[in-house]
């Protein structure tokens, strides 16, 4: 386990790297573009070596404990966000936003005990691959709209507004944000359906309105009420900005807090 550690500890100095050289180039009107992308995919890679060896030496994947979850949430929403960053270009100033933001699931990752969980025999189906790969798109698309959303929300308050000229106008970046909800929303309504066959197969019922289940779907209410609003009443970026953020936020308690405060089957108990 410390060889494991210490790599993932590796991963993490590079993440945070990237996160500083992101910072410090918005402050001084630098474009370490490159930097930032080549220290974010050195930490991938570092973490995947981490995962690997773990998932190795247990047996399975990163699925039981909170020290997993964290660990591959963390994987997930850099790797998202590394491909959007390389991808699309004029969003790439929002990293100064995006990788300190995660510096708060960093410090919890670290925090975290690493031991061994319990791993259910509900959990050998392939279904558990496909419920929690759609899960992991769907906060990686919301992951690139809250970037483009704070730009937003920073503008209106007279915040940055020089430093991150370098991004589009609040329009584009507000049509961006908005496309990215649309993914999440997809993947999301995937991942529920994915979620509910497994139930079938695992406990004999396809929806049971269990904690987690609940909560998963009241995010998928606040997404389709975001997309819906911002289509039927023509919001303004910042409005439209405040309930991504409201997403997020919801999306974020449902993933890393009702699984472990419930003593439902998501927890992995049976």
Not at 102 to 120: A, C, N, S
Not at 125 to 138: M, Q, R, S, Y
Not at 174 to 195: Q, S
Not at 228 to 246: E, F, T
Request: glycine residues 8%; positive net charge; aromatic residues 12%.
């Amino acid at each position: 386990m410390e060889r494991e550690l210490q790599i993932l500890w590796a991963a993490v100095t590079a993440y945070v790297l990237a996160g500083i050289v992101a910072v410090v180039g918005v402050v001084l009107g630098k474009r370490p573009e490159r930097t930032v992308l080549g220290l974010t995919l050195t930490g991938l890679a570092l973490q995947t070596v981490s995962m690997g060896l773990r998932w190795e030496r247990l047996g399975h994947g990163p699925f039981i404990t909170m020290f997993e979850i964290l660990c591959s949430n963390i994987w997930s929403l850099m790797f998202a966000y590394a491909l959007a960053y390389w991808r699309i270009p004029r969003i790439r100033a929002t990293a100064a936003i995006v990788l300190p933001l995660m510096f708060i699931m960093l410090g919890w990752l670290m925090v975290t005990h690493p031991g061994e969980g319990h791993y259910p025999p509900t959990y050998n189906t392939p279904w558990l691959f496909i419920h929690i790969g759609l899960g992991k798109v769907f906060l990686g698309a919301v992951l690139v709209a809250v970037g483009l959303s704070c730009v937003i929300l920073l503008r209106q308050a007279g915040i940055g507004t020089t430093r991150l000229q370098q991004l589009p106008p609040n329009p584009q970046l507000d049509e961006l944000a908005f496309r990215c909800m649309a993914i999440g929303l997809i993947f999301h309504t995937l991942m529920l359906i994915a979620g509910a066959i497994w139930a079938q197969d695992a406990w004999g019922r396809y929806w049971a309105w269990d904690p987690l289940e609940t909560w998963a779907f009241i995010t998928w209410l606040t997404v389709a009420f975001t997309i819906h609003a911002r289509l039927a009443y023509r919001l303004s970026p910042p409005v439209h900005a405040g309930l991504i953020l409201a997403v997020f936020v919801t999306a974020f308690l449902t993933f890393f807090g009702v699984p472990f405060i419930s003593a439902a089957p998501h927890q992995g108990a049976v």
